[in-house]
């Protein structure tokens, strides 16, 4: 027989993501022939209970062997053997076409009995250790969870204690569990074979034994190959029973270890670290917030070193060499950490790419270690930066984030809408908090987040004043502001290439509708990222279908005396109606500023507050009817 590949017991304990991998390929095909079994059994069970449709019932069994062959199991060796066994069963099933009786007590008992005890106990056996063991897995993660949340400064020894002797007992049931589970994955690999074939020779011997014309038949043409198959499953009972025993013997040497390898950091004080690694796989900490949905980073280039979180012990930080913010990652233990930042350092020079790459690495050592020294902030910025750069020069520098999605079906009215191949800019402006650093040389930043002149001087004159909580999505140039359809395909467009892009990170902004401008102010310093006139918005829409997507086209005359149009897209807390309702009342305040009768007219048609000042839909959930609240919100002074 061909070996069969097995799962590893001296993997268990490592439980890397390579031995979580193969497991699941051990899964899929056991719960492949968990189905294959099942359909075999109702056909067995057909043949059984069908004395008046022997022929229809042996015809099924018949295709039902040779569909074995096209069952799409994840692990296929020695199947070979299998494969041709059944095939010539298939044949001899036919045959068996032309007898019309069954004895109901022999086929019970030698052919439906064996399958269905395979499936009653190795199937059902696997399944419920599958169970066990991931009841452990999740046991083991909370343990570690618990673990990676104890503080770094003033631990409490005698909590630090309880916490590791709890996931020393998670990581020691864990490891029991996938062994278990893993034995029987490996065993399941020969019983799948033999509990084929043992039914199959049953059948056969029983319709040898009742059927006179059987035994005519069979006595000359099947003693040997029945023989021969029988040698076959004997010999695959005798390799399971030396593996069985191999893997106990191993289940022993593996669970005698000492205790301190289910220890998390359990060499703290002076670990063996291997800094000549140039590949490393295993589980880290990802901080929330950096990264939505999953993540691949490049790591060629990259610059990683060591950060000090003030709630996470054995943290570091990946920069990409743009010198754009990382990703902050935790290790589970100071060995970890130190081996996962000299790696991803040996990477990051392609040492991989060299002749002899331990060799290369182990030169690189000295630099390796220093990029291991704490810093006391999450990243630095690029020393070439120049802190006198204003906003427009740094949206020039990030032209690299713009993104020309795929060309889109060529439909005339998109292309007179908006040009094929329009670059989408997904970041409108810098976040205020680099717009500050890049000001600091030449004006004075006051600590609370207000600038030295008011912040929004129009806004105590203006009579309107709405506040709405939105985040950006994208803008692009557009050919035309005629229709608002433009708004509806810029929408398209840009969803669409975050979709492609994998784009799921947005700037969260306030946008305050006045009756001169458009303004967004960052919501934690209140620094203006973006104003734009009221004047110069010459269209504004919600999406049809989904209500919190609003747009609106900006006109603004260039240098060279032409006008160039842009569409920006946001989404809102709420609907979108509620600011094209804004912006609309802005534009009608400018229309009849010049006439204070029509003026009164309509602010009399906003209602009043007591104290006198005009109430507008704001951002704010419906009231008990479904209605939008229009009691809340803010408020401009009559």
């Known amino acids: 027989m061909p070996a069969v590949d097995k799962l590893l017991l001296e993997e268990a304990l490592q439980d890397s993501p390579q031995t979580r991998s193969l497991l699941s390929v051990f899964e899929e095909d056991a719960g492949t022939l968990t189905d294959y079994t099942n359909q075999l059994l109702q056909a067995m069970q057909r043949v059984y209970g069908a004395q008046n449709e022997m022929c229809l019932a042996t015809q099924q069994l018949s295709k039902q062997l040779l569909a074995y062959e096209k069952q799409n199991f994840a692990l296929g060796k020695g199947d070979e053997e299998v494969i041709s066994t059944l095939h010539y069963f298939s044949k001899v099933v036919d045959e068996l076409n032309l007898l ?12 439906v009995l064996p399958i269905i005890q395979f499936r009653e106990k190795d ?159 295993g589980y880290l900490n990802l ?104 906003l427009k020069n740094s949206e020039m520098e990030n032209e690299n984030d713009k993104i020309v999605p795929k060309a889109t079906a060529s439909l005339p009215e998109a292309e007179e809408l908006i040009a094929p191949g329009t670059p989408i800019q ?67 467009q840009v969803l669409a290439a975050r979709a492609i892009h994998n784009i799921f990170r947005m700037t969260e902004s306030h946008l305050m509708v006045t009756s001169q401008s458009l303004r967004l102010i960052d919501p934690q310093t209140q620094v203006s990222r973006a104003n734009f006139e009221l004047t110069s918005v010459t269209q504004f829409a919600a999406h049809q ?23 920006y897209i946001f989404e809102s807390n709420s609907e979108g109606e509620k600011i094209c309702y804004a912006i609309n009342l802005g534009k009608e305040i400018i229309e009849v500023q010049k006439d204070p ?6 602010m009399l048609s906003i209602p009043l507050t007591n104290d006198g000042k005009y109430v507008l839909l704001n951002d704010q959930p419906d009231d008990d009817d479904g209605n939008p609240n229009e009691h809340r919100g803010a408020e401009s002074e009559a």
Not at 145 to 168: D, H, I
Not at 553 to 567: D, F, N, Q, W, Y
């Open 100 to 111: 019309h009786t069954e004895l109901a007590k022999q086929l019970a008992d030698t052919m």
């Open 545 to 567: 279908e989904n209500k919190r997507l609003v747009g609106f086209v900006i006109r603004v005359p260039e240098s060279t005396g032409e006008e160039s149009l842009s569409t």
């Open 426 to 492: 997904f970041d409108i402006v810098l976040p205020a908090t680099e717009f500050l650093d890049q000001n600091r040389g030449s004006r004075r930043t006051n600590p609370f987040g207000e600038t030295e002149d008011e912040s929004f001087p129009e806004a105590e004159d203006s009579l309107l004043q709405q506040m709405f909580i939105v985040r950006f999505l994208g803008s692009m140039a557009v050919k035309t502001d005629s229709t608002t359809e433009v708004i509806y395909e810029a929408m398209r």
């Open 123 to 281: 199937l059902t056996e696997v399944s419920t250790l599958k169970d066990l063991f991931g009841l452990a897995s999740n046991e083991h993660d909370l343990s570690m969870a618990k673990y990676s949340r104890l503080p770094k400064k003033k631990e409490n020894e005698k909590v630090k204690t309880e916490v590791g002797k709890e996931v020393a007992a998670a990581r020691r049931k864990q490891h029991l569990s996938s062994l278990q589970y893993y034995c029987a994955l490996n065993a399941l690999q020969y019983r799948k074979q033999m509990a084929m074939m043992e039914p199959m020779i049953g059948f056969a011997h029983g319709q040898i034994n009742f059927f006179k014309k059987g035994a005519e038949m069979f006595s000359k043409r099947m003693d040997s190959f029945l023989s021969s198959v029988a040698d076959m499953v004997q010999s695959i009972q005798v390799e399971l029973e030396a593996e069985a025993e191999k893997m106990r013997v191993s289940q022993q040497e593996l669970l005698s270890v000492d205790e301190s390898v289910y220890t998390p950091d359990s060499d703290v004080a002076a670990p063996q670290i291997n800094r000549n690694l140039i590949q490393k796989a």
């Open 287 to 390: 901080r929330k917030g950096a990264v939505a949905g999953g993540l691949i980073q490049d790591l060629d280039n990259c610059s990683v070193m060591a950060v000090d979180c003030e709630d996470r012990r054995y943290c570091f930080q990946i920069t990409t060499p743009n010198g754009k913010s990382g990703i902050i990652l935790q290790a589970e233990s100071r060995k970890e950490n130190e081996e996962w930042i000299c790696a991803i350092n040996n990477i990051s020079r392609q040492i991989y790419l060299t002749d002899n790459p331990e060799a290369v690495a182990i030169k690189l050592n000295q630099t390796a270690l220093q990029a291991v020294t704490p810093i006391t902030s999450f990243g630095k910025k690029q020393e070439s930066s120049c802190p006198s750069q204003n």
């Open 597 to 602: 009768e029509a003026l009164a007219q309509l």
